[in-house]
């Protein structure tokens, strides 16, 4: 423990009653025993370890580097799976830091926590089935390799293994809270935090969902079960759904209302959901009518509650404070793919989206021209949504930070994300990161803009307590630098890996706010990209990335092979 700077003693025996006595071990006390005044009511056990040193406070009352406390405490047995008020493991490097704060930076190696675990297929099942699920964008800071251990919710553990993927069945039904860790392969005692939390639906008997059909041309007759008494508001069917487990099947047409998903983990489609065919995205329109926001999910759904295949538009969250102009995902875990997301407006956070407290999936979604104070495509506050090839372009903050998206305490992983025409006035021009440590895997964060000459970060802005892990990216044409640590915060850090960044380390400005992690593979050169930011011939991204494992399977946003000619191109496509 750190007893410093109280008035008028650190420690002070109670005068008017008696009995007293006080054990000291590897501890702080200014002033050291002498810090402690008895008055002559009992003793003091000033034992081993203890110390005598300013311990070099930051703000929040974490540890500087150089603190005389960094690694001069005892292990207790409690501490070995524990984490910090930050979430950062209680022991690294060994031996235990004094005081509530773990010291991360520096010459501690460390282990960045893991995304929240996601299925490789089906995210329900029946008791007894088998399902798999992975995780991943964890890194040693020594650059040693990392062993991955999830924890299955029901009390049960995988072993640890150098795969971030892992299997598991449950023997009983319910919703299990499914998480993941990572330790350095090298030094089993460095551990990450935990992630944050994925869940994984197990019922007795499959669940047979009745289907709920919305049409403009529907005679609106409950319950809708068909096409001619089709309702003709996608409102109106939710409203006869059952709880859990229906189906509401959308014609192509103009809806203009707000939606609410009630209490219900709804599957909520276009005509796309029955045909893959992607025209239909902007044929069948969920339209705000620039009254209200489009969607609005916030009563603890499920990964089972899914929306596909709409373009959502008009949105307006226009009370002060308010957030998610389009859609709008709070305490909940929902799952979003094959939406076009254009032309909305938050008054606070999140133009196109926004999600708080939550693991939401988010595939194969563009946001586009949309506008909130900060985070005009996008505000991840708390949680950690996931995103696998989405576009976020030519989105903007009215006066705020992070044109494209905000991340809050949000630990979330990008795969194959583009990041790209964003404008923000104060920081962050493509990303902003404030007390999180995002993964991110084959990104472009190309052609962002922050306007304010005193903003920072054009690219992307790493703030307080923040160390993102870029691999496999392209950072080029940010204005006005690829990526600045916020001068105004501390404890950055920033970890890169066979990636582009124009001006190299240089093209990253720390002022010595933290350090940048140069690992092997990456380059400072024209990626030479097409209009879209794919990679033209001659490209000097194309094969020089580094495989993930999960990236065998996956495609990109284009639907092309993640891995083509044997290694992954830098870069999103």
Known sequence: SIIWGNTPEEVCFEPSWFGMALTVQYSDIQGGQAGIVTGGKGPVYWNAGNLDDDPLFTGDYGLLSGSPCIDTGTNLSWMSTA?????????INGTVDM??????GGGSVTVSKPAAPQPSGAGTGLVGQVLAFYTGGSACSDGSGVEYLFDWGDGSYSSWSSSSNASHSWSGAGVYDIRARARCATNASILSAW????????????????????????TAETPYTNWATAARSIQAAIGVAATSGARILVAPGRYVESLDFLNK???????????????????????????????????GQTAACRLTGFTITNGYAGVSGDRGGGIRCVD??????????????????????HFEHSTASVHNVSILHNRAAIGGGMGCYYGGPSLENVVVRGNRTSGGSAGGIQFYHAASWLKNVVVAE????????????????????AVTVADNVVTNVSGHGGGLNVSYNSQ?????????????????????????ALTVQYSDIQGGQAGIVTGGKGPVYWNAGNLD???????????????PCIDTGTNLSWMSTAVDPDGNPRIINGTVDMGAY
Do not use: K
């Open 99 to 104: 005081g509530a704060y773990e010291y991360t």
């Open 422 to 441: 964003n404008v923000a006035d104060t920081g962050g021009g493509g990303m902003y990161f404030d007390g999180c440590s995002p993964v991110l895997d």
């Open 265 to 299: 983990n709804l599957e909520v489609g276009s005509l796309f959901l029955t045909n893959d065919d992607t025209s239909v995205i902007a044929q069948t329109v969920i339209d705000g009518g620039h009254t209200g926001r489009v969607v609005n999910i916030h009563q």
């Open 468 to 492: 993102p892990v870029l691999t496999d990216s392209i950072i080029c044409g940010n204005t006005p630098e690829e990526v600045c640590f916020e001068p105004s915060w501390f404890g950055m």
């Open 525 to 539: 050169d024209d990626p030479l990209f097409t209009g879209d930011y794919g990679l033209l011939s001659g490209s």
């Open 195 to 218: 992630s944050e939390q994925s869940h994984a639906l197990i019922t007795n008997t499959p669940v047979v969902p009745q289907t709920h059909y919305v049409s403009t041309d529907g």
């Open 332 to 353: 909940a875990d929902a799952s979003f793919d094959h939406l076009v997301v254009v032309g909305n407006y938050a008054d606070l956070v999140g133009g196109g989206m």
């Open 83 to 91: 984490v910090d008020p930050d979430g950062n493991p209680r022991i």
